[in-house]
C-alpha cells in the first residue's frame, strides 16, 4: 500500500481531506482511502496492483461494469468530434426520449450535471409550479448537498455525524419538513398539519443513503394519495434508483407514478450527469418557456450522453435486468448465508441490483433508527476483512451496495470464498 498512502498524503495537503466527496475518506470505517487506477468488468485495480472485486461501481453508475468495451468505444467516438458545443447536440435528443420512453412519469425532460442539480432544480420548479414554499423529506434520505435538503440527510452527513450543515441559513431549511421514511402515520399526520403549504414530497423511492431500504408496502401509495389530495407535488428522486431497482426504474416496479423524477448516475454510464423531467405542464415552467430559471454550460454534452445511452442500452435490453437482479440476490443470501454459518447477525435488503447488509438481527431492516442501531464495530471489521481479501465494499455502514451486469459466476464465487473467510476472523 505504499503508493495509495503517499497519494493520500499529497491529497490532504492540497484537497481538505484529501478527498473530493466526504464518504470516500474512509472516516466511518477507518484507516484511509485506497487510489484506484484501472477497472474492467467487475473488477478494479488499486495504484499498488491489488485486485479487488468492486460493489461500489462508482456508487451505482457503472451497472454495465468497469470498462466496458462497447461504452468506451461510444465515448471515444464521440469524443473525437469534440468534447462540448455549448449548444443543442442531437444525442442529447436521443437521451431525452429513451429515458421518456423508459421512464413511466416522463413526458419532458431536462438535463443537468449532477444528482444534486437534478433534485435542487427540481424542487425550484416544484415551488414555482404550486406557488408554495414547504417541503418534505424523509429523514435519512439523502438529495445530494442541496441547501434545504441537508436537514437530517443521509450519506455522507449520517456516517459523518453531521446534525445540521454550518453554512445553510436557518432561513434556508425553515420551510423544510422532515418525517421519518416509511411512517405513513407520520406522513399523515404532517399533511394534516400542513397539507395547504406543502409544494412537493421528494423522496429515495428505495432508500439508499442509509444503507438500503426499501419502502414497506404502502408507502409510496401513502404519498401518492396525500399529494393527490393536497395538490402538493411528488418527488422521486431516482438518482440512486434509476435503472438501478428496474428497468423503469422504482416507479415501474412499484407501480406509483410521481410528478416529477430526480436522475443521475447510470444515466451517465459514469460520465457527470443528472436529469429531472415529469409531466408536460409543468416541465414547461421552466425557462426559456416558463419562468423557473435553470441553466448549465455542460449540460447535454455529447461525450456524457454517448456513455450513457450505450449504458442504457444494455440495462434495458431484453432479460438483462432480470439476470442482474439474480445475481445480485445470489451475492446477497451468500453472503447471509456464510454469515449464519458463523453465527454473525446479518440481515440483508435487496431492490434489483441494490443491496445492504445490516449487522443486526432485528429484521427486517424498515427504519432509519434501526439503521443506525446497527453494529458499526462489526461492520467495519468486516469491511476491513473484506478489502484484504480483494472485495470493495462502500466504506461507510450507511451506504447502499451495488452489483453490475459484469459480475459473472466467478467474481460471484471470489466474493462468497472471501465473505466465509473474513466472516471466520470478524
Ligand atoms: N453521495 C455518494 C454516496 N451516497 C458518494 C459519492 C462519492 O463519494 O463519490
Known amino acids: 500500500m505504499q503508493r495509495t498512502h503517499q497519494l493520500f498524503q499529497q491529497a490532504r495537503e492540497l484537497i481538505p481531506g484529501g478527498v473530493n466527496s466526504p464518504v470516500r475518506a474512509f472516516k466511518g470505517v477507518g ?18 496492483g491489488k485486485r479487488y472485486v468492486d460493489y461500489v461501481c462508482s456508487w451505482g453508475p457503472l451497472v454495465a461494469g468497469h470498462a466496458d468495451p462497447e461504452v468506451i468505444r461510444r465515448v471515444q467516438e464521440t469524443a473525437a468530434n469534440g468534447l462540448s458545443f455549448g449548444t443543442p447536440v442531437e444525442l442529447e435528443v436521443e437521451m431525452a426520449r429513451t429515458l421518456c420512453q423508459h421512464v413511466p412519469s416522463l413526458e419532458m425532460v431536462r438535463l443537468v450535471n449532477s444528482g ?13 409550479f404550486t406557488g408554495r414554499d414547504k417541503i418534505v423529506k424523509f429523514q435519512g434520505n439523502y438529495h445530494g448537498h442541496v441547501d434545504a ?61 442509509m444503507n438500503c431500504v426499501p419502502p414497506v408496502p404502502g408507502f409510496l401509495e401513502k404519498l401518492r394519495e396525500v399529494c393527490d389530495r393536497t395538490d402538493a407535488l411528488l418527488i422521486f428522486d431516482e438518482v440512486m434508483t434509476g435503472f438501478r431497482v428496474g428497468p423503469q426504474c422504482a416507479q415501474g416496479r412499484y407501480g406509483v407514478t410521481p410528478d416529477l423524477t430526480c436522475l443521475g448516475k447510470v444515466v451517465g454510464g459514469g460520465m457527470p450527469v443528472g436529469a429531472f423531467g415529469g409531466r408536460r405542464e409543468i416541465m414547461e415552467g ?30 434495458t435490453a431484453p432479460g438483462a435486468f432480470e439476470g442482474l437482479e439474480q445475481t445480485t440476490t445470489r451475492v446477497v443470501d451468500g453472503i447471509k448465508e456464510r454469515a449464519d454459518k458463523a453465527g454473525i447477525p446479518l440481515t440483508t435488503n435487496q431492490a434489483g441490483s441494490m443491496f445492504g447488509l445490516f449487522f443486526t438481527d432485528d429484521a427486517p431492516v424498515t427504519r432509519f433508527e434501526q439503521v443506525k442501531a446497527c453494529d458499526l464495530d462489526t461492520f467495519n471489521r468486516f469491511f476491513h476483512a473484506m478489502l484484504e481479501e480483494g472485495v470493495y465494499l462502500a466504506p461507510a455502514a450507511f451506504e447502499a451496495g451495488f452489483v453490475s451486469l459484469a459480475h459473472d459466476e466467478t467474481a460471484v464465487q471470489e466474493t462468497l470464498d472471501a465473505a466465509e473467510r473474513a466472516f471466520a476472523r470478524v
Not at 484507516?31 to 499498488?48: A, L, Q, S, T
Not at 453531521?162 to 399523515?188: K, M, R, Y
Request: proline content about 7%; aromatic content about 6%.
Open 286 to 315: 421552466l425557462a426559456p418557456v416558463g419562468g423557473v430559471y435553470q441553466a448549465g454550460t455542460l449540460s447535454g454534452n455529447p461525450v456524457t450522453m454517448a456513455a450513457g445511452l450505450a449504458t442504457l442500452e444494455r440495462i
Open 116 to 128: 444534486t442539480e437534478a433534485t435542487m432544480s427540481a424542487l425550484r420548479l416544484a415551488r414555482g
Open 149 to 209: 435538503l441537508l436537514a437530517q440527510a443521509g450519506s455522507g452527513a449520517l456516517t459523518l455525524g453531521v446534525p445540521g450543515c454550518p453554512g445553510v441559513p436557518e432561513s434556508v431549511v425553515a420551510d423544510t419538513l422532515t418525517v421519518p421514511f416509511n411512517d405513513i402515520d407520520a406522513v399523515e399526520q404532517c399533511f394534516n398539519e400542513h397539507g395547504n403549504q406543502i409544494a412537493a414530497v421528494i423522496v429515495e423511492p428505495v432508500a439508499g443513503n
Open 31 to 48: 484507516g484511509e482511502p485506497i487510489f484506484f487506477e484501472r477497472g474492467e468488468g467487475p473488477y478494479m485495480w488499486d495504484v499498488d
